[in-house]
Nanobody
Framework: QVQLVESGGGLVQPGGSLRLSCAAS????????MGWYRQAPGSVRELVAS???????NYVDPVKGRFTISRDNAKNTVYLQMNSLKPDDTAVYYC??????WGQGTQVTVSP
């Protein structure tokens, strides 16, 4: 049974930081491309960042220079370090494995 469990979301002030984690089980983690997506109220779910098995990363323009995706294959975990957060970053953040499996999501709210 595949499980992706996100954690680390919360309420933060503009300019603050959060680190999201996604612990995977039931998959051969090291061979999967992992991604972080987000969905704001009234919007479609969109890719934020991805990382290949070899460590190549990809970011959407609005988060470049502020967010960093990384993975620890020994821990079957992918991370999203989010710095300089803005109110527009407010969304539910989802972990994704190879465009096949999804986590349940974790809420990130950026507000004064």
């Amino acid at each position: 049974q595949v499980q992706l469990v996100e954690s680390g979301g919360g309420l933060v002030q503009p300019g603050g930081s959060l680190r999201l984690s996604c612990a995977a089980s039931g998959i051969i983690f090291r061979i999967y491309t992992m991604g972080w997506y987000r969905q704001a109220p009234g919007s479609v779910r969109e890719l934020v960042a991805s990382i290949t098995p070899g460590g190549k990363t990809n970011y959407v323009d609005p988060v470049k220079g502020r967010f960093t995706i990384s993975r620890d294959n020994a821990k079957n975990t992918v991370y999203l370090q989010m710095n300089s957060l803005k109110p527009d970053d407010t969304a539910v953040y989802y972990c994704n494995a190879n465009n096949l499996y999804w986590g349940q999501g974790t809420q990130v709210t950026v507000s004064p």
